[in-house]
């Protein structure tokens, strides 16, 4: 084959791969609560009278001050049975489910939600070292440090918002005993919202990027809890695979005070029978 057969060849793949990676991103933004279900396209999230530009200071995602069209969370949810639910879930494209309580969206002069739209007037970056931009829907935050906003929140390629009941409800395997110490119920309450949106654990969770951390053993059986923190502070320097997609959490994003609260959870897990109340 020729050098400019080769050529030619080459840029088809990379076409190809372009497109077949546009066409694996949400087209439109979807809305469930009850037997309630609302679709949107970004054309018609922007051309809503609320839609208005947004600075967000510090983007959880892209890690600097970052500028959008959006719309509010509240005025998208107006008219559907929001209060049925005491949670949502927030659904990315590539398996990611943010458990967010229906309080944080609706708290008066907590955080402000707001679904980003990645519009044709001017394209989002790539996200640090992805290939790909936080779009086209991107829930995020005015004022986080109102309601103690976390990175796991901050949902990227947003696909769904779902009221559901609280993962505790629908997931009798999450709870742990009354008798379970402060640090352990911590824990609980850090895993569901740090870590369940990637792993699920003992099949609770909707997350589906990362692997299950009590099945089929508990992750505390074969990692020690130094090697947890490790591998949550900083994944690629205990172990690393080309299509690895956890990143680190910084004290910042997850203090150490939780990041002992979920290891402690997770060990208490590992002692206790799989939906010990």
Known sequence: MSRAMLFALSACLVLAAAYA??????QSLTLRFGAETRSYSAADLLARADAATISI??????????TYRAVPLKGLLAGLPVHGADAVQAAAHDGFVAEIPTALLTAPGGAVPWVAIDGPAEKWPNLPGKSASAGPFYL??????????????????????????????RWPQ???????SGQVRHGMAAYVTQCLPCHQLY???SGTMGPDLGRPMNVTAYVTAAGLKALTR????????????MGGFSTKALPDADLDAIVAYLQYKAAHA???N
């Open 140 to 169: 995020v935050w005015e004022h986080p440090e109102r309601s103690r906003i976390m990175s796991e929140q901050w949902v990227t390629e947003l696909d769904s918002v779902a009221g559901v009941r609280s993962p505790e409800k």
């Open 274 to 276: 799989v939906g010990a």
């Open 57 to 66: 200071p510090l983007d959880s995602s892209y890690g600097k001050p970052m």
């Open 174 to 180: 999450l709870k742990v005993s009354a008798s379970a």
């Open 21 to 26: 990676s546009a066409a694996e991103q949400p």
């Open 203 to 205: 099949g609770a969770g």
């Open 234 to 245: 900083n994944p690629r320097a205990v172990r690393f695979w080309p299509a690895m997609q």
